[in-house]
């Protein structure tokens, strides 16, 4: 029967990304530069994840995409050297990096791994400006797209030394930019705010774009708006993607509005329709919108077929895991998170959806022993502290708890975490210190009434 299934489903999915698939004229050409194993700071977890996640889209759409991974200053410089001269060749030329990026003095800059940035001063020469980017795709006549995810929390800028010019002040995230000509930035998060990071899958701002990037006729201005209004909506209005610069009056769309037979340039072969995506991938990110949708039912049976084809697809495996977690299903969730980590113990995920397992059957200590493994495997993932937090409050252990939000915060701010914070405060008798917290988490989100009611009750002396 689950055969039978997975052969429904693939076919129906194979079928339906012929008759859609882009059939493209332009010549598209695309850098995917993904940052993480920095020399003088923490590891980043979720770069080389998103970085692979927007070269498949990027590829699907029918770009010529390069990719590369952990650049130092001079590689990257070398990188955008050799891309400049593909851009001057082309129609549209797009360049994506994750990683670290700063702002001073109301210029950005993104950090190459073996940046040192010691003090202020070192910036500008450690770092590379977004202005070489920008440069680096105006070469292509139709279309020139940078987009970063580079706003994260800097680790670099608390230990930095400053020499106290005031035309070096370091600010939060990255600067508003305004580029010339037919040229579009987009961050994964706004300017002067900083982006979620993810669990250690694809980022949030990762997976709506490339949600969005492969529909039919969805067109760019549309597109970024949508992957705007999604972020807020899973980041409970943390984070806002934002788009700069402008376009002329021609739409572009990644994939044009209707399948088209292969175009032809005058005098020249007709282009090549560009593969599908493979009916797998398909199949497991619909899984995952299903999930993320409640559609609990329709997603295990989609991850299950998933896995009848691959057994060894550890995304579908966490995902029917996660299923089971949602649904409450203790036992279940432990043994599919007892078999990925068997299969991938460096999984981090796995060990935290374990450990969420076992804090729902009330095994707060081996929680906590897989909170910590995760931690120790990717040790910049604000959710994995707050996990562990929860599970140090539910033993009343509590000094520990407010370390790992602490720790949490430092990586990302996030209203809930400022709450859960506040709580712990109150519930070691730090009213003052409670009070700040909720403050802090009702000016993060306005619209947390868990917060707004616990400040007003300290407030009034409650």
Not at 18 to 45: E, F, K, W
Not at 257 to 280: E, I, T, W, Y
Not at 334 to 342: E, G, N, P, R, V
């Amino acid at each position: 029967m689950l055969a039978r299934l997975a052969g429904w489903l693939l076919g129906g999915l194979f079928a339906l990304v012929l008759m859609t698939g882009p059939a493209l004229a332009d010549t598209r050409v695309a850098l995917v530069i993904a940052n993480s194993a920095y020399q003088h700071a923490p590891r980043l977890p979720n770069p080389p994840n998103d970085a692979r996640s927007i070269a498949a889209a990027l590829r699907q759409v029918g770009f010529q995409t390069t990719e590369k991974n952990d650049l130092s200053k001079s590689d990257l410089e070398q990188a955008l050297k050799v891309f400049a001269q593909s851009a001057r060749g082309a129609d549209v030329a797009v360049i994506y990096y994750a990683g670290h990026g700063m702002e001073q003095g109301g210029l950005n800059y993104l950090v190459p791994i073996d940046a040192t940035l010691a003090s202020d001063q070192d910036v500008a020469f450690d770092a590379i400006p977004l202005d070489l980017l920008l440069r680096t795709v105006e070469g292509a006549s139709r279309l020139k797209l940078v987009i970063l995810d580079a706003c994260r929390n800097n680790p670099f800028t608390t230990a930095m030394q400053r020499s106290g010019g005031g035309t070096r002040a370091i600010g939060r995230g990255l600067a508003r930019v305004e580029p010339d000509g037919d040229v579009l930035v987009a961050y994964a998060a706004r300017e002067g705010s900083t982006a979620d990071d993810g669990d250690g899958g694809d980022s949030p701002f990762t997976k709506a774009l490339t949600e969005r990037m492969v529909i039919p006729g969805l067109e760019i201005r549309l597109l970024f708006g949508q992957v705007r209004d999604q972020v807020l909506k899973v980041t409970d209005r943390r984070q806002e993607p934002a788009i700069y610069g402008s376009l002329g009056g021609d739409p572009f769309y990644f994939v044009p509005p209707a399948a088209a037979a292969p175009a032809r340039r005058a005098g020249g072969p007709a282009a090549a329709v560009m593969p599908p995506a493979s009916p797998l991938a398909q199949l497991r990110d619909a899984a995952l919108a299903d999930r993320q949708a409640g559609n609990l039912d329709k997603a295990i049976a989609e991850y299950q077929a998933v896995l009848a084809q691959d057994p060894g697809d550890t995304e579908s495996r966490l995902g029917v895991a996660l299923v089971h977690v949602s649904r409450s299903e203790w036992d279940a969730a432990i043994a599919d998170t007892d078999a990925l980590i068997k299969l991938r113990p460096e999984h981090a995920p796995a060990w935290h959806t374990r450990g969420r397992a076992k804090a729902g059957k009330g095994d707060y200590t081996g929680a906590i022993a897989d909170a910590t493994q995760a931690i120790k495997l990717t040790p910049k993932v604000d959710n994995f502290y707050v996990a562990r937090a929860r599970y140090y409050r539910a033993l009343n252990q509590l000094d520990l708890a407010v370390t790992d939000v602490t720790t949490a915060l430092g990586i990302s701010e996030d209203a809930d975490s400022y709450y859960l914070r506040g709580q712990l405060r109150e519930d070691t008798g730090d009213k003052p210190g409670a009070l700040a917290d909720y403050d802090k988490a009702v000016m993060l989100a306005p619209k947390n009434q868990r917060a707004v009611a616990a400040k007003a009750r300290l407030a009034r002396g409650g």
